[in-house]
């Protein structure tokens, strides 16, 4: 996964002149260009990625060049970060102006599929099944009101099944709890004497799916279609 970090500084290459990393990240940008020419896009995304993690100023033609490996590699959301960032700077004076407004239209048909698809995220990312509650977006535990049990104890008469009551000779007298009915116990009114609670799944939020690290193809696969036949 490719971080994005926009605050990053791109500065002209005068400006970093006289860093020690620019001779690394030149070379860098030379390699990653290279690999783009030979369609090693996996081996030009390992260089820029250099280049970004070695904090050092990056080139002026970088983000362009990173958003078309992001493209060729159908990270469309994250090539289009880059290449707006690209053409946000440089403006219509880029060395590149013509190729990225290119990628930009290339970009939107991509772009569009995913804003459409209910089986990806917005960056494209497949979803899949919660591994947590398998979809089923709430998990079930052992109460936790009454530890499991399925009984609390009465709160009325302190579990004793006995209330008192002070007459108006000022004389105590003893009644059978009305509500536990003299148990001193009454069912769990969470779990309501069935031991487990349900809650929404803390995976995933309650979703039923959560992010994963593969790219959609828009399309609904049979292994995805019958994981789930039984209504909840
Ligand atoms: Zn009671
Ligand atoms: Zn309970
Ligand atoms: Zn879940
Ligand atoms: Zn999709």
Redesign the pocket.
Known sequence: MIFLMLGIGIHSTSLAQGSPNLGKTDRLMEMAKTSISSSEYEKANYYFRQIIESSASIPPEMPYYFAETLFELKQYDNSAKFLNKYLEINGFKAENYEAAKNLEKKLKAPLEA?AA?K??DSK?Y?YQPCPTCQGDKVIQQDCSYCKGKGIVGCSRCKATGIVTKKNVFNITEYYQCSRCKGEGRLTCPRCDGSLKEVSACHTCSGFGEVHSEKL?D?QVHHEHADEKTTAQ
Do not use: D
């Open positions: 995913i698809c089986l990806c494209g497949r959609c828009h």
